[in-house]
């Protein structure tokens, strides 16, 4: 499905701080916020100041009858900063929704994220109408607060962190033959460090589960046009992250 674009200045309506230079940004922006589909991103751009280009990031949520998108972002570089000293009433230009979202089409998916990789898994977790099972893992249990965000839309949350601060020790794919194995899972969902998408791809696949995964890639456009995101795929052609993705069935693509 083709989805209608926009691209609007939208108020910010909420800036919380998450964990360390991590944040959860709320826009008032109803016209994506009713067709956005989970796993869809937007183009964000500052209005005025030296940043011209715009960064993408995931929906972690759109809520249709509120009218408003939210997004959670960690600070890396000069653009991320500049978003997250804005403040409530204060606009940006939103362009979206943008790109292929997640199979809705599955029974009894597990959802494998890590880090800020969990941002579009929990737009998805919500939308899917049942409880679904959530492996996640982060560094240390400061960046956890993700468990509270999933509770609501989750059968069981299974955590792992880097250190043992928060669940178990380790990286979340660790216990995952253990779940693939068990619990009758008919596809994997998963978004995070692309060592944590390779090995959920290669696990899920000796487990004979269908696995997609959300790519990120260095983008400019976000529309399909300037190319800088294009991948080879396993048919082959290349393709383009922003427009034939950012999710892709894992065997579709190298990993
Ligand atoms: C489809 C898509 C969805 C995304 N969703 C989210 C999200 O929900 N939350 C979130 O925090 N981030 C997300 N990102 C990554 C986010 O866009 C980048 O972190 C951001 O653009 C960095 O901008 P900057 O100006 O702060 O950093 P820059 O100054 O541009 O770069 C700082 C550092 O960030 C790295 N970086 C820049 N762009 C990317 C990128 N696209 N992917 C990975 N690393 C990058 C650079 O290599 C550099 O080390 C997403 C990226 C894509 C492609």
Redesign the pocket.
């Known amino acids: 499905m083709v989805l209608p674009k926009f691209s609007l200045d939208a108020e910010i309506l909420g800036q919380e701080r998450m964990a360390e230079a991590v944040y959860r940004m709320t826009v008032h922006c109803p016209e994506i916020a009713e067709v956005a589909q989970p796993g869809n991103?937007v183009q964000m751009r500052l209005l005025g100041g030296e940043i011209f280009l715009r960064?993408?990031?995931?929906i972690a949520d759109a809520d249709a009858g509120k009218g408003t998108l939210t997004?959670?972002?960690?600070?890396?570089?000069?653009?991320?900063?500049a978003f997250s000293c804005l403040r409530p009433g204060e606009r940006v230009n939103v362009l979206g929704p943008l790109?292929k979202g997640f199979c809705m089409d599955v029974e009894r998916p597990l959802i494998v994220g890590g880090g800020?990789g969990l941002?579009?898994l929990l737009f998805y977790a919500k939308s899917m109408g049942k409880k679904a099972d959530v492996l996640m893992g982060g560094k240390h249990a400061s960046e956890m607060f993700w468990t509270k965000l999933f509770e609501l839309y989750a059968r069981e949350i299974y955590v792992t962190t880097d250190d043992g601060s928060m669940g178990t020790k380790g990286f979340a794919v660790s216990l995952l033959p253990e779940l693939l194995e068990t619990k009758n899972y008919d596809a994997v969902m998963a978004c995070g460090p692309d060592i944590m998408m390779q090995k959920t791809a290669e696990l899920s696949k000796a487990a004979g589960v269908p696995c997609q995964v959300s790519l990120?890639?260095?983008?400019a456009c976000g529309l399909g046009a300037c190319l800088s995101c294009s991948i080879d795929t396993a048919g082959g052609m290349r393709k383009k992250?922003c427009k034939d993705g950012?999710v892709f069935w894992a065997e579709e693509v190298f990993l």
Do not use: D, H, Q, W
């Open positions: 991103f960064r993408p990031f995931g997004f959670m972002y960690r600070v890396l570089g000069r653009g991320t900063a790109g800020m941002s579009p990120e890639k260095r983008m992250v950012p």
